[in-house]
């Protein structure tokens, strides 16, 4: 074969690898998380819904410079509020960048989606009735005294969202937020209040736009947040973080037999080395594995405060051993 026979075959061969989108096999926790472009996933304190086959992550963008607010005694570190962003995957690990799912306000100050505020916990649900996909998100001003619950909706996963309103449900202050949308249809809305120190559980109205008026104080004074709910074995599981800003803690499960019951704290599921600081992340879903009935994925924020747009991501295994919940760190893994 001809020299300029073999170097066309080996320029077709680099074209053919240059095309192929960058693919992950695995997860790595604690990692950054690319794209099938090969950029850097910039989806914090996120959610994931599954539609129709398709899973939709949708997450905080976090970029920029990151500052410490001067005048807040307490390690108040943020950067602008850059809206959210949503990916899509049909394995959990090879995601496509799908654009920004609601975009931040750049003129307007007073706007709660002004790039000045806190636009995070981003959670959507697709209500079956309107056909709408619903995004609920923590809307706060930069000292975190707004402490609002936002709502936006969409004809599409992807978006773009549009903005409804923010709203203090029931009357109390709303921070840290989960949704939670059970086999029943019905979905709810558990969020840290009280200045943290109390958390409500909230049931939507039909459309999921707002409180129903129907709601419950739960965890009382334990001042838990990020919380993240899921159902396994016709009993609800929640795990949440302490209050301790961007600094990691340890997590904690509550159990209950029904959304709006008596839950209970019950244990930390972390076990072995940096369990008493969630190996340095915070909740924010779980999500059953696919591939592992009675399993599930722990999706958490390992948040770099003073640089919060270099945030990772700790993703792990969360398994049930006799009845108790159980996560242990694992640096690399596969879903399947
Ligand atoms: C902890 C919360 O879980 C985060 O979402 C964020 O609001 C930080 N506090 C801000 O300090």
């Given at each position: 074969?001809?020299?300029?026979?073999?170097g066309?075959?080996?320029?077709?061969?680099?074209?053919?690898?240059?095309?192929?989108?960058?693919?992950?096999a695995?997860?790595?926790?604690?990692?950054?998380?690319?794209?099938?472009?090969?950029?850097?996933?910039?989806?914090?304190?996120?959610?994931i819904?599954?539609?129709?086959?398709?899973?939709?992550?949708?997450?905080?963008?976090?970029?920029?410079?990151?500052?410490?607010?001067?005048?807040?005694?307490?390690?108040?570190?943020?950067?602008?509020?850059?809206?959210v962003n949503?990916?899509?995957?049909?394995?959990?690990?090879?995601?496509?960048?799908?654009?920004?799912?609601?975009?931040?306000?750049?003129?307007?100050?007073?706007h709660?989606?002004?790039?000045?505020?806190?636009?995070?916990?981003?959670?959507?649900?697709?209500?079956?009735?309107?056909?709408?996909?619903?995004?609920?998100?923590?809307?706060?001003?930069?000292d975190?005294?707004?402490?609002?619950?936002?709502?936006?909706i969409?004809?599409?996963?992807q978006?773009?969202?549009?903005?409804?309103?923010?709203?203090?449900?029931?009357?109390?202050?709303?921070?840290?937020?989960?949704?939670?949308?059970?086999?029943?249809?019905?979905?709810?809305?558990?969020?840290?209040?009280?200045?943290?120190?109390?958390?409500?559980?909230?049931?939507l109205?039909?459309?999921?736009?707002?409180?129903?008026?129907?709601?419950?104080?739960?965890?009382?004074?334990?001042?838990?947040?990020?919380?993240?709910?899921?159902?396994?074995?016709?009993?609800?599981?929640?795990?949440?973080?302490?209050?301790?800003?961007?600094?990691?803690?340890?997590?904690?499960?509550?159990?209950?037999?029904?959304?709006?019951?008596?839950?209970?704290?019950?244990?930390?599921?972390?076990?072995?080395?940096?369990?008493?600081?969630?190996?340095?992340?915070?909740?924010?879903?779980?999500?059953?594995?696919?591939?592992?009935?009675?399993?599930?994925?722990?999706?958490?924020?390992?948040?770099?405060?003073?640089n919060?747009?270099?945030?990772?991501?700790?993703?792990?295994?969360?398994t049930?051993?006799?009845?108790?919940?159980?996560?242990e760190?694992?640096?690399?893994?596969?879903?399947?």
């Amino acid at each position: 074969m001809s020299i300029g026979r073999i170097g066309l075959i080996i320029g077709m061969i680099f074209t053919l690898f240059s095309c192929v989108e960058t693919e992950n096999a695995k997860i790595q926790a604690g990692e950054i998380f690319k794209d099938t472009d090969g950029n850097p996933i910039n989806a914090h304190g996120g959610g994931i819904l599954l539609h129709e086959g398709t899973y939709y992550w949708y997450g905080e963008i976090k970029q920029g410079e990151t500052w410490r607010v001067p005048y807040l005694e307490w390690e108040c570190y943020r950067c602008k509020a850059g809206g959210v962003n949503c990916y899509s995957s049909k394995d959990l690990v090879n995601w496509k960048n799908e654009g920004v799912a609601l975009t931040a306000v750049k003129a307007d100050t007073t706007h709660d989606l002004h790039t000045s505020k806190v636009i995070e916990r981003p959670k959507v649900i697709y209500n079956d009735k309107t056909q709408k996909f619903v995004m609920w998100m923590h809307i706060d001003s930069e000292d975190y005294q707004y402490a609002r619950a936002g709502v936006a909706i969409s004809d599409n996963p992807q978006g773009p969202y549009t903005y409804i309103q923010s709203m203090r449900p029931n009357g109390a202050m709303s921070r840290d937020l989960t949704l939670f949308k059970d086999e029943d249809g019905k979905a709810y809305h558990f969020y840290s209040s009280e200045n943290n120190k109390t958390m409500h559980v909230s049931l939507l109205n039909d459309e999921y736009t707002a409180p129903s008026g129907t709601f419950k104080r739960i965890l009382e004074m334990e001042s838990r947040e990020a919380p993240a709910v899921w159902k396994h074995e016709g009993k609800y599981y929640m795990i949440s973080s302490g209050c301790t800003g961007w600094s990691p803690n340890p997590a904690q499960i509550s159990i209950c037999d029904s959304v709006m019951g008596n839950w209970k704290t019950v244990y930390d599921p972390c076990v072995g080395q940096n369990s008493k600081k969630t190996y340095f992340s915070q909740s924010t879903y779980v999500l059953p594995n696919p591939n592992r009935k009675g399993e599930y994925i722990y999706m958490g924020d390992r948040w770099n405060k003073t640089n919060l747009e270099d945030s990772r991501y700790v993703w792990l295994p969360l398994t049930f051993e006799n009845g108790k919940a159980k996560i242990e760190w694992q640096k690399e893994w596969s879903i399947d």
